[in-house]
């Protein structure tokens, strides 16, 4: 399972694809972003980049949403 972002299910349509995908909300959402943010930030451990630290701000950015703070 993973989350989706950037469009990627209309992405998929265009290409002929059928996405399967499920709107997570309230706690499975949280629990989620908590996963993925602790996949990314051990994607970020073993390779120091731009593009890992964005993924890792982006959860961040998401979970400061879900819990109405800001990052």
């Known amino acids: 399972m993973k ?3 950037d469009r990627i299910p ?3 349509k265009k290409k002929g ?3 399967i995908t499920h709107i997570a ?3 499975e959402f949280e629990e989620f972003l908590i996963k993925k943010l ?3 930030v051990a994607e970020l451990k073993n390779d120091v980049n731009t593009d890992e ?3 890792v701000l982006e959860v961040v950015r998401a979970i400061s949403y879900l819990i ?3 990052p």
Do not use: Q
């Open 3 to 5: 989350l989706v972002r």
């Open 10 to 12: 209309e992405i998929m």
């Open 17 to 19: 694809k059928i996405p």
């Open 25 to 27: 909300e309230g706690k």
């Open 38 to 40: 602790e996949e990314e």
């Open 53 to 55: 630290l964005a993924d």
């Open 68 to 70: 109405g703070s800001s």
